[in-house]
């Protein structure tokens, strides 16, 4: 016999585990329409040629590539941000400005499947096109922010970076393209060990390459912007950019990030602000959303404009969420009949129940009252109900609370009643 497995990096759920995910996910889109944002969806493929025009050629050997039978070439979603700035130039441009979006999606990459990665994960992401200010960006990272906050996750760290800072120094090297593209990795993988000898084998500037390692080191709150503002040579057009941002931010509630210049995203269409937020208790997975600001339109053949995005690692905010947070709502009354004219009456208050937004289950199998109410207790029911003809005949029932053993009388026309108290 075939051992039927599941693909590899994917996963099934159990319904306690889709409970947590809808509550976490239905905290997402509270949040997301609290700031005015609109929810849009896009396909879960796309011609691979959108993927390669955002991230390079390289990008195939890490997405679900293929050819359809229309000799097609398609790829499954690797992330969203394409998507919705293709439906953007394509058909949304048109939109009053700014557009403020979110999304939440099934993504798809060939990764090497570890805890917090996956070949199958969910992405929520949110994006403002079309309001080319720092005030956009400060709206984008506060919905993160608020986000996170939202769902109780309070050992985050949002870090805020910015690439004019990273470039300018970049730029001064003094190296290749091909190098600077190279030295990006390296910042971006934290690999201080490749920036120490670029002197060396790139021939990079001693000097600068020395305050870019200190820049991208650097660690701390807003005081940091003076450390960097040295380090600079004088004040810089970016730094005074993410200054007023950090003044924003202030309005917004929002002082406990840390600047990390080292945030460098890793690709190019992104433009200024960068930002990634942290949960340290997930280890090495342990980046749960990554966004910024950047300029992608023109990739897919519309005029410029500025957008600001970020996206979720849904399946980590869930790992990174704290257990103990929400209790699994409990079914609230099981049903158990013990004839067939009970059972009839049974379905009546189920339904009856059920349509007045109360959980409420019925035996199905026909098991006897002992193992009937064995079953209520597994399934962790907070009450349960025998009827039988006695019950019927005095239109009557004991409710059992499943916890405490004790038992109620409560007449049929107040059974609802109880249950909405
Ligand atoms: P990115 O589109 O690469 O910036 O990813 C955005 C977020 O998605 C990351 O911060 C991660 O939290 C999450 N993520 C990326 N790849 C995976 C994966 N393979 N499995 C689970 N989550 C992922």
Known sequence: MTDFQRPRGTRDFPPEEMEQRRIVEDGLRKVARSF???????????????????????????IYAFKDKGDREISLRPELTAA??????????????????????????????QKGRYREFWQFG?????????????????????????????????????????NKFIEELGVSESMKVEVRRMIDKRDFESLRTLPDGAGAKQDVT????????????????EKAKKLMDGDDISLKELKKLLNILEKYGITDYKLDFGVARGLDYYTGMVFEIDAPNLGAEKQICGGGAYSLSETFGGQPISSTG????????????????????????????????????????????????????????????????GYADTIGAKTAIVIGDKELAEEKVMVKDMATGDQTPINFSELLKHYQN
């Open 126 to 166: 949110a994006e403002i096109i079309g309001a080319p200010s720092l005030d956009a960006d400060a709206e984008v990272l506060a919905l993160a922010y608020y986000s996170v906050k939202n769902l109780g996750l309070n050992n985050t760290v949002m870090r805020i970076g910015h690439l004019g800072v990273l």
């Open 36 to 62: 005015n944002f609109g929810e849009v969806m896009t396909p879960t493929f796309e011609n691979t040629e959108l993927f390669v025009a955002k991230s390079g050629p390289g990008i195939i050997d890490e």
């Open 310 to 373: 970020f996206a979720f690692g849904f399946d980590r905010l869930m790992l990174a969420r704290s257990q103990d947070e929400e209790e699994l709502s409990k079914l609230d009354v099981y049903f158990i009949p013990i004839s067939d004219d009970a059972r009839m009456k049974c379905l009546e208050m189920v339904t009856e129940i059920r349509n007045n937004g109360i959980s409420a289950d019925i035996d199905l199998l026909g098991r006897k009252v002992g193992k009937a109410f």
């Open 210 to 225: 020395n305050r870019l390692i200190e820049l991208v080191s650097l660690d701390g709150g807003s005081e940091t912007l």
């Open 84 to 113: 919705v700035m293709r439906y953007y130039v394509k058909e949304l441009h048109t939109r009053p400005k700014p557009l403020k979006l979110y999304y939440m999606g099934n993504c798809f990459r060939y990764e090497r499947p």
